[in-house]
């Protein structure tokens, strides 16, 4: 018990230097800041939820300390309790229905990955909230502090070629903002997910097998979750805008199980490491390739494309 208090303490501490380093205004304290979530996770899923669960409320007091009590609740609701959330899933297992006695079925690594998107959209609308509780008074606080952080109104910008649009453009970035903002957290937290599990798998603590990847699915019931998303992103109002962030976060994750069904479909190919290299290449520079993916991701979903896939070419070579 007193090594979990030890451990969660650390890397409470360790996690509120990476999030306050965001302070210090350097290009790489914003990376720092997005691995903010990573010692919780790593406490998770390399001790126990226990000890995560001590990391976050560490790390919510000792930012709470320095920057102000507000910030206790607003860092522990945002991403103390969902970074310990997503450990918490991780070790959930129970017995295997279909195998041994001794054997343990673990939490899927889909339902992982879709959970790390809910969990990803609850935090950006609640950070709505704190904005404005309906539409108008949301859209002109975002908005305002837009305006402070590109400094539009009384600068050089304004006298730029074009910078007479720039209410225009304010209004496309404060539609756009709340789902990037979920897209960009869904993928923070995908990738702090699986760098704390590689972490504890190479450090020998990692009590469950690494996933096959290619093979992770979602629940069952996570089409329905999305298609409700879609259906009230075209509500008006606040809900609209709620459920257009977590629309956002379910495709995301989509995308996600799209590399999934790819890595699956090129197994045995010989261009797999060129088609596999290109894809993630023009994924990370351009990232527009990503709604391909995300179609991908949904059409496995309806038609089972690597079971249908599978079938067609028999079981595959080793090592592949």
Do not use: K
Request: net charge positive; hydrophobic share 60%.
């Amino acid at each position: 018990m007193v090594q979990l208090f030890l451990i969660g303490i650390s890397a409470g501490a360790a996690t509120a230097l990476l999030f306050a380093s965001v302070a210090s205004g350097s290009p790489l304290s914003v990376l720092l800041f997005y691995l903010a979530p990573l010692p919780i996770l790593i406490a998770a899923i390399g001790w126990s939820h226990w000890a995560a669960l001590i990391a976050a409320v560490v790390a919510s007091a000792g930012l709470a300390i320095v920057f102000g009590p507000l910030l206790f609740l607003a860092f522990l609701l945002g991403v103390g309790l969902p970074a310990w959330c997503l450990g918490y899933l991780v070790l959930l297992a129970r017995p295997a229905a279909t195998a041994g006695p001794d054997a343990i079925e673990w939490y899927p690594v889909g339902h992982l990955v879709f959970w790390a998107a809910v969990l990803s959209a609850l935090v950006v609308i609640a950070a709505m909230l704190n904005l404005g509780t309906d539409e108008e008074s949301f859209r002109a606080s975002l908005r305002s502090g837009l305006e402070r952080v590109l400094r539009f109104r009384g600068s050089a910008v304004e006298q730029l070629p074009g910078a007479q649009n720039h209410n225009r453009l304010l209004d496309i970035l404060v539609r756009a903002l709340p789902m990037a903002a979920a897209v960009l957290t869904t993928i923070t937290n995908v990738i702090n997910l699986g760098i704390a599990a590689r972490v504890a798998m190479v450090s020998g603590r990692l009590r469950r097998p690494w996933p096959e990847l290619a093979a992770m699915r979602f629940p069952s019931y996570a089409p329905v979750v999305t298609g409700v998303a879609v259906a009230g992103f075209l509500l008006p109002g606040l809900v609209g805008i709620a459920s257009g962030v977590l629309m956002a976060s379910l495709l995301m994750a989509y995308a996600i199980l799209g590399f999934a069904v790819l890595h699956a479909i090129t197994r045995g190919a010989a261009t797999r490491p060129f088609l596999l290299g290109g894809v993630y290449a023009a994924v990370i520079v351009f990232f527009w390739p990503a709604l391909a993916l995300t179609l991908l991701g949904l059409a496995d979903t309806a038609f089972d494309i690597r079971g249908r896939v599978a079938g067609r070419r028999g079981p595959p070579h080793p090592g592949t």
